[in-house]
């Protein structure tokens, strides 16, 4: 083997974070197919067949889509507040799980973990900055959107939440959003983009197809859940392509989140415009 010299073949940092993943060959290709699968059987992909079974439940049932409610956050043992919590956040953690698994395949295959698809602390205040300005660009087209989708009479009146007036029903909140925030980013962005590029899937067609996913578990929401996110997931998935890193997206969805819940907990049923 030739030895290497220090000129010609040293990589700074950057060159080897921005450099391509090596794409999959054989075996390997199979195992990592049914590695997606099974991924997203036991996450995402199981709530999107769930949205659209409860999409066509919606669609056949004798009244308009408006006139139905999507509650996004609610209680789940109404007047036992103590016992509510315990079961929010039981939920939640047990929701976040595939985030786990990601990392744990993502380290198994020797492609470092987080750090393969850009979850770490190595850029603290640019990842604040792009996910603070995704989440004010994307969370205001996204709420003009949604009513927009509302008065066509293409998506169900979102409840964002429904819990009870108690001293955890903002922190409940905002880890709910939180929550959100690490899932869908981990899996639908870092995870599967990397994947699919290592199964040498070409860029656009990888990113339609994590954008048409996370469309997918939207779809109990309405149509216009289903575009709303679908076009996120496009934007989200070509930013990642070029960033190679999923943690402003994990900052721009959980600060849109949060405030889309808390917002609404302090404003419905005291403004007029919303729904």
């Given at each position: 083997?030739?030895?290497r010299?220090?000129?010609?073949?040293?990589s700074?940092?950057?060159a080897?974070?921005?450099a391509?993943?090596?794409?999959?060959?054989?075996?390997?290709?199979k195992?990592a197919?049914?590695?997606?699968?099974?991924?997203f059987a036991?996450s995402?992909g199981?709530s999107g067949?769930?949205a659209?079974?409860?999409?066509i439940?919606s669609?056949?049932?004798?009244?308009?889509?408006?006139?139905?409610?999507?509650?996004?956050?609610g209680?789940?043992?109404?007047?036992r507040?103590?016992l509510?919590?315990?079961?929010?956040?039981?939920?939640?953690?047990?929701a976040?799980?595939?985030v786990?698994l990601?990392?744990?395949?993502?380290?198994?295959?020797?492609e470092g973990?987080?750090?393969?698809?850009?979850?770490d602390r190595?850029q603290?205040?640019r990842?604040?900055?792009r996910?603070?300005?995704?989440a004010?660009?994307?969370g205001?087209?996204g709420?003009?959107l949604?009513l927009l989708?509302?008065?066509?009479?293409?998506?169900?009146?979102?409840?964002?939440?429904s819990?009870?007036d108690?001293w955890?029903?903002?922190?409940?909140?905002l880890?709910?959003?939180?929550?959100?925030?690490?899932?869908?980013?981990?899996l639908v962005t870092?995870y599967?983009?990397?994947?699919?590029?290592?199964?040498?899937?070409r860029?656009?067609?990888?990113v339609?197809?994590?954008?048409?996913?996370r469309?997918s578990y939207?779809l109990?929401q309405?149509?216009?859940?289903f575009?709303g996110?679908?076009?996120?997931?496009?934007?989200?998935?070509?930013l990642?392509?070029r960033?190679?890193?999923?943690t402003?997206?994990?900052?721009?969805h959980?600060?849109?989140?949060?405030?889309a819940f808390?917002?609404?907990?302090l404003?419905?049923g005291?403004?007029?415009w919303?729904p």
């Amino acid at each position: 083997m030739a030895r290497r010299t220090e000129t010609s073949t040293r990589s700074s940092p950057d060159a080897v974070r921005d450099a391509p993943p090596p794409e999959l060959t054989g075996p390997e290709r199979k195992l990592a197919r049914w590695e997606i699968v099974a991924v997203f059987a036991v996450s995402l992909g199981a709530s999107g067949v769930y949205a659209f079974v409860s999409l066509i439940g919606s669609l056949t049932a004798h009244k308009s889509l408006g006139a139905q409610q999507a509650v996004l956050n609610g209680s789940q043992a109404p007047g036992r507040p103590v016992l509510d919590l315990f079961l929010q956040l039981v939920s939640l953690a047990s929701a976040a799980a595939p985030v786990l698994l990601a990392w744990y395949l993502l380290t198994r295959s020797g492609e470092g973990g987080f750090r393969a698809i850009g979850v770490d602390r190595s850029q603290p205040w640019r990842d604040l900055g792009r996910g603070a300005l995704l989440a004010a660009v994307i969370g205001f087209t996204g709420l003009g959107l949604y009513l927009l989708a509302y008065s066509s009479g293409v998506s169900l009146t979102i409840v964002a939440e429904s819990l009870p007036d108690t001293w955890w029903r903002i922190p409940v909140l905002l880890l709910s959003a939180l929550q959100n925030g690490l899932l869908e980013e981990v899996l639908v962005t870092g995870y599967l983009l990397t994947r699919l590029r290592r199964l040498g899937v070409r860029p656009a067609y990888a990113v339609l197809i994590s954008a048409v996913l996370r469309g997918s578990y939207h779809l109990y929401q309405g149509f216009g859940g289903f575009l709303g996110n679908a076009a996120m997931g496009v934007i989200f998935g070509i930013l990642f392509l070029r960033w190679k890193r999923t943690t402003p997206m994990i900052i721009a969805h959980t600060l849109i989140d949060a405030v889309a819940f808390v917002g609404y907990a302090l404003l419905a049923g005291h403004v007029s415009w919303l729904p």
